[in-house]
């Protein structure tokens, strides 16, 4: 416990006692301010596009984990845990060796928008994966059978049977690649060039000396999270890593 | 569901296809560039006296982080689940914070507790230490990042166990140290390897909070992925095939991390 509150708690109670320790309008204005707004708002966009994308690719890539046979399964499954393995910067270096200048397969998404989407849904990509597939190992078919024999269409059988018995592990998965998402910085670091996403702005508050400003968007970024961390309890998924 | 072939493989087709270029194609690429020159330049550049020590940084940093973590995890875990109460509780709240925090925040934070200016700072720069922009800053911030993995791995098993065995132990006159010895900690090996693992991981892989901690000198506070970084924003003097070498280097580390994690998982189901 004392161990806990020397490392976790005292460095985040400093964060949050700066940053309430200055006056509501000092911290409107830091918060307010275009390029803070604007960095929230694409902080924002980016990590609710990368967890319904993720929720949707995650759900059809451990679907096919899972019912699906072919060669290299194995290899695939074991795959799926390179982005946890990988070490951020590293992702964020590979795809700017792909997708970058001298793209050698002449896609340039470097320094652009597009890339934080691909870069996010790199390193949210396990998930989702990892929370639905333990769930679809489990599922039990003769509930889908029994409705395929009373003529259910598989979109119905999808929509009615499997989709209710994944809701809460997809969203589960989805609000930890939400979180991620909003705090990213290893893998962006390299390859966002001008585009101004929250915790770069942050870091470069704290770079600049302004640790107020900063302090009051981590504020704001903590909020976030905290209010994620709430919602995933009620949806009852354990938080994996 | 009676899914038809099309349908089957079109699934499939979709799936592969789109972790081939999230996952396998970048990683070919970088494999590639590391070596288009050769290999001897990319050893070269592995083995500068700037990213040999930036390598045994990094492994002091782990190496300093992760026996400190699964001592504090596996105490953490036990008394998660086998305390009941508000302590319990509002730990098992505060567990997950270093992974909801942004690691940038994590490096602030560090900043403004320990830094010049900060509450203690003022304390630890009299007598003459320096922990914000040194090692000891960086050491707290790995720390920070890698605290959840061992408890959320360790906690999970303790569950599934239940504690039948420790009581029967301690009705048998065994005292609560060797109890924790001889039944507990065999019982949740594989689920501390694999916490071990992950923190691993993360402890060599970090970037974000160490970035803020660091001032980023060549042989002093340089880890590995902080030399990817700046090796990547220096320009020309073809240095990014250093960066592409380094970052080659971390992967095959992570290789060896992820091919152990392929190991200990199903070992781990089924203590679960």
């Known amino acids: 416990m004392l161990w806990m509150s020397v490392i976790v708690l005292i460095p985040l109670a400093a964060v949050v006692a700066k940053g309430v320790s200055q006056s509501p309008s000092s911290f409107w204005t830091s918060v307010t301010n275009p390029l803070a707004l604007k960095a929230l708002g694409i902080t924002l966009a980016a990590s609710i596009l990368t967890a319904l994308v993720g929720a949707v690719m995650g759900t059809v890539v451990a679907w096919v984990l899972v019912r699906d046979q072919f060669p290299g399964k194995r290899f695939i499954n074991a795959l799926i845990d390179l982005p946890f393995a990988l070490p951020t910067v590293v992702a964020g270096l590979t795809l700017l060796a792909l997708y970058g200048p001298g793209s050698p397969i002449g896609v ?22 990892r929370s639905v597939q333990p769930v679809l190992l489990e599922l039990n078919k003769e ?96 938080v994996a890593h | 569901m009676l899914i038809s072939r099309r349908a089957r493989w079109s699934l499939r087709g979709v799936a592969l296809v789109y972790l081939l270029l999230l996952l396998l194609l970048p990683v070919a690429v ?28 990094s492994l002091l940093m782990a190496l300093i982080a992760v026996p400190l973590n699964t001592i504090f995890g596996i105490g953490a875990a036990i008394v998660l689940v086998r305390r009941r109460g508000r302590l319990a509780a509002l730990l098992d709240v505060m567990i997950d914070l270093p992974f909801l925090v942004s690691p940038v925040i994590v490096g602030l934070a560090l ?26 800053g960086m050491v707290l911030a790995t720390i920070f990042v890698s605290l959840p993995f061992v408890v959320r791995e360790v906690a999970p098993v303790l569950v ?18 060797q109890t924790f ?69 971390l992967a095959v580390i992570s290789l060896v991390v992820l091919l152990a994690m392929t190991l200990f998982a199903p070992r781990r189901q089924e203590t679960k």
């Open chain 1, 108 to 129: 340039h998404l470097a320094y652009t928008r597009a890339i934080v989407l691909v870069a996010l849904l790199f390193v949210t990509l396990p998930f989702v994966v």
């Open chain 2, 111 to 136: 900043t403004l507790v320990y830094g010049e200016t900060g509450w203690f700072g003022s304390w630890f720069s009299s007598h003459g230490i320096r922990i914000i922009f040194a090692v000891p």
């Open chain 2, 160 to 177: 599934e166990i239940g504690d039948e065995q420790e009581q029967a132990a301690a009705t048998l006159g065994a005292s609560s140290w």
């Open chain 2, 30 to 57: 970088v494999f590639v560039k590391t070596f288009e020159h050769g290999f001897s330049v990319a050893w070269a550049w592995v083995t500068t006296p700037a990213a040999i020590s930036a390598l045994w940084l």
């Open chain 2, 181 to 249: 010895w001889r039944v507990t900690l065999p019982s949740i090996r594989w689920g501390v390897a694999y916490g071990v693992i992950l923190s691993t991981a993360r402890a060599l892989g970090e970037i974000g909070a160490v970035l803020v901690v660091s001032s980023l000198v060549a042989g002093q506070t340089l880890t590995l992925p902080l030399l990817v970084y700046q090796r990547d924003s220096q320009i020309g003097s073809g240095s990014i095939t250093g960066a592409y070498a380094a970052a080659t280097e």
């Open chain 1, 143 to 238: 509930a889908e059978e029994a409705a395929a024999s009373l003529g259910a269409s598989n979109a119905t059988i999808f929509r009615r049977v499997v989709l209710p018995a994944l809701r809460p592990a997809i969203l589960s998965g989805a609000a930890l690649a939400f979180a991620r998402s909003v705090g990213e910085i290893g893998s962006l670091v390299l390859i966002v060039g001008k585009v101004q996403i929250a915790s770069i702005v942050i870091f470069a508050d704290v770079e600049s000396d302004a640790p107020q400003a900063a302090a009051s968007l981590s504020l704001v970024l903590i909020v976030l999270s905290l209010l994620v961390l709430v919602l995933m309890r009620r949806v009852g998924g354990r």
